[in-house]
């Protein structure tokens, strides 16, 4: 078979949503080459915006922690699970909520107070080592009352700097089987999220291409929006992917450096 040029896969694409962790930085690293790429899409101002389905800490800190890492990026070009989520209660007029997530979450939900008794939706998000029995009896018992059931990812797992770990997905499932409702998502891979992604670089889904490392979050939840989808070796996904796996990316790349040398 002929060899396909890898700028013919990009050749419609005059935007980019670039997901971070697995991305751009891995643990308290920036993935060599990341820095710059971000420069070359700034210098050829191509549209771009930065999408991630981090749901354990709040925007404001998504910021810190990129900038300690040595990466201004502007906080208006950065859309997290939880402001999508938010995005999502407000249009419902859902009110008081049961946050399955870390405390410090909270700060992205203005006018969605906290409750244990009459929330109106048990919102999912990464509770890591805090999460226990309890918290996932209330939220059962929540969601068997009537409460609506929202999850910023799906996701089972993630990679940190000693490996994988895991995520929000793998307590979804678990109170889904227990409550017998299936969650709205709110985060990737939804088609909610990555219009929200769209409406930033105000462009339409077939001129932009995602690039993660996650094949089915990522890559898959892009292809499903009718964008581009570019996987990234360089995070929890290592190896090209084999056709049993159900998602075949448009393109597959060891990092964003290589994405840089094509521009």
């Not at 971070?20 to 771009?48: C, M, S, W």
């Not at 969605?112 to 109106?120: I, L």
């Not at 997905?169 to 409702?181: D, I, M, N, Q, T």
């Not at 985060?187 to 995602?210: C, H, I, N, T």
């Amino acid at each position: 078979m002929p060899t396909i040029d890898k700028r013919d896969v990009l050749s419609s694409v005059k935007g980019f949503l670039i997901d971070l962790d697995g991305t751009i930085y891995v643990g308290d690293q920036l993935i060599p080459g990341a820095k710059a790429f971000v420069h070359r899409l700034r210098e050829q101002q191509i549209p771009h915006a930065f999408v991630t389905n981090i749901t354990s800490r709040p925007r404001s800190q998504v910021l810190e922690r990129i900038r300690a890492k040595g990466l201004e990026i502007d906080p208006d070009h950065v859309l997290t699970a939880p402001i999508a989520t938010k995005r999502y209660l407000d249009r419902e007029s859902i009110g008081s909520c049961f946050f399955l997530t870390r405390p410090r979450l909270i700060e992205d939900f203005e006018g969605h107070p906290q409750s244990e008794d009459h929330a109106e939706a048990v919102v999912v998000g990464d509770m890591g080592n805090l999460v226990t029995f309890q918290h996932l009896n209330l939220a059962f018992r929540l969601l068997l009352d009537g409460a609506k059931f929202v999850t910023m990812s799906q996701s089972r797992y993630f990679r940190e700097a000693d490996g994988m770990s895991l995520d929000a997905g793998a307590f979804v499932a678990l109170l889904e089987y227990a409550s017998g409702k299936e969650a709205i998502v709110t985060g990737k891979p939804s088609r909610e999220f990555f219009q929200s992604g769209l409406d930033l670089l105000g462009l339409g889904a077939y001129e932009v291409a995602m690039i993660g490392d996650d094949l089915e979050s990522d890559v898959g939840g892009a292809q499903r929006s009718g964008l581009t989808g570019l996987l990234v070796l360089s995070g929890k996904t290592t190896k090209n992917p084999a056709p049993s796996d159900g998602v075949q990316p448009d393109l597959v790349i060891e990092s964003v450096a290589e994405l840089n040398e094509m521009l």
